[in-house]
């Protein structure tokens, strides 16, 4: 419910604030890991996105017809657009790291945008560059000071390769993924019977919901229902990134969940999202995309994730307390005066209104000057002094410590 007004209070300057200090202490996380920042355009030829495998769904995305005749979406997704410019630009990016804020157009949320800031790694298919990411999710809530958070961890391909066996259509496939999405196992056995399949396959799928919670536990559980060599490996490299997680600390904010399901289906090894408490959708999403540069001709293995920046902006705690802003009022005759000494409490990093004097009182709590022809006084509430130079203010004013 409070999601809905998420577009209406980004328009208060306080809450504004808040999504300014999000996205900073975003981007100088990201940075600080080596991700340089990028901006792809918000119109993309429809094109782009009707001819790459596994993506938003076409009907999601808002279009628009330009006086061509060609047809545009609006942004519908980022990862997409990044792995198409990578695949062109990769000497220019060495340490094949990238990072954005960008809003993200989808017919499906209410408000029709929200802002996306998140990372790509290109590059590397290795368990310590899935880790690296989930360990830089994870410190940058921590940095963000998001009060309960959890991530979890998955395998697109771990129940997929199970699904294999169970030959179903799209439409199928698509129910069995609600039931397990929404850990409905009362529904499932009568479903998958219904469909005729094998007795032991039921019970494997089953389980699948069931997979979720602390590492050592889903681990050794899931053994029981691995039917191929590449579900091995799978949960092999799911362990792996675990261990290496326990290296990074970090482990305490990680569940392990191989029922997760993520609609966005360019995603090949890991998947991971992240949960924050008493909401029930996710903060933040992200995984393996090895095979998505394939529809730009070329292969190079992938992993990224975003933050949904507006959900975080929701569940930071309090208000925060805006810099100090100075009232500052001349008589008709110190306007030049006025101007000067504005520039000198600007540049000292202060914020500074200018406006001619007027009889009214100063009721707010934000400090006063008043520049007169005689003298300068400075007044905030109960307290007050006079000044003849602005050098006298500005020393008083500083070593004062007001803030
Ligand atoms: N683009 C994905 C998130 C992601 C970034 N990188 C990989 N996955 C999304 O919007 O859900």
Known sequence: MRNKQLLHTMFYPKQFSKKRHV???????FSKFGYQQVETPVFENYD??????GTVNTADMLKLIDPSGKVLV???????????HYTNLQEEVATGRLSYVLDIFRSTTEERSRTQAGVELFGERTPEADAELIALAVT???ELEIPSFKIEIGHAAFYKELLREADLDAMQQKELDQYIQSKNIS???????DLGLEAALIEKLRKIPMLYGDASFVIDEAENIISSDKMREELDYVSRVYQLL???QVDSYISINLGLINHMNYYSGIIFQGFAEGLGQPIMMGGRYDYLTRSFHQETPAIGFAFEVDLLVDLLPGIFTEAEIIQLRYEASERQHAFQLAELFREAN?????KAFDKKENRSDSPEILVKSEEIVYSKQKEAAVFKTNQELLDWYFRKDVK
Do not use: C, M, W
């Open 187 to 193: 529904e499932i056995v009568p479903f998958l019977k």
């Open 350 to 354: 202060q914020t500074v209104i200018v």
């Open 246 to 248: 326990q290296d990074y």
């Open 48 to 53: 782009l996105y009707n001819d790459v495998q």
């Open 74 to 84: 609006l942004r519908p997704d980022a990862t997409i657009p990044i792995a198409r």
């Open 140 to 142: 940058s809530l921590k």
């Open 23 to 29: 996205i900073h202490t975003l981007t100088g996380r």
